[in-house]
């Protein structure tokens, strides 16, 4: 294989989120809620500390979304019909995205807690 310059590879990367985006549509209601939270997290002005942990929380869900978004497509590629160890794969990706999201919403609860108790 070909050594790849960091703009192709990079170019790469952007077409995995850009498919991601047009097939998944959790992953565009991730996207929209990590677009809008800078905003508001300005509006709430917590210590910045708890606005770099939602925005590293949010950065996390779109991370986990694409990793499972990649190994559904590999599984289903590989494997199209069913079979129970890649269901049980698959379940497992969902349920890392899923306990990451719980994650993110412990921490915007605790964020809103904390910027609201400054008040």
């Keep these: 294989m070909a050594k790849r310059t960091f703009l192709q590879s990079a170019g790469d990367a952007v077409a995995g989120v850009a ?8 992953f565009r209601i991730q996207a929209a809620v990590a677009t809008a939270l800078p905003m ?4 709430l002005r917590p210590p910045l500390v ?4 939602c925005l590293t929380m949010a950065t996390l869900v779109l991370a986990a979304e694409l990793f499972n978004t990649a190994l559904e497509r590999l599984a289903d590629h590989l494997h199209p ?3 129970p160890a890649i269901g ?20 915007g609860i ?3 807690v904390v ?3 400054e008040r």
């Design 50 to 53: 708890f606005s770099a942990l």
């Design 88 to 107: 049980a794969a698959k379940d497992c990706a969902a349920g890392a995205v899923l306990l990451v999201c719980a994650g993110a919403a412990l921490v």
């Design 19 to 26: 498919a991601t985006w047009r097939t998944e549509r959790s």
């Design 81 to 83: 019909e069913h079979h």
């Design 110 to 112: 605790l964020t809103l």
């Design 115 to 117: 910027a609201f108790a």
């Design 40 to 43: 508001v997290l300005i509006w």
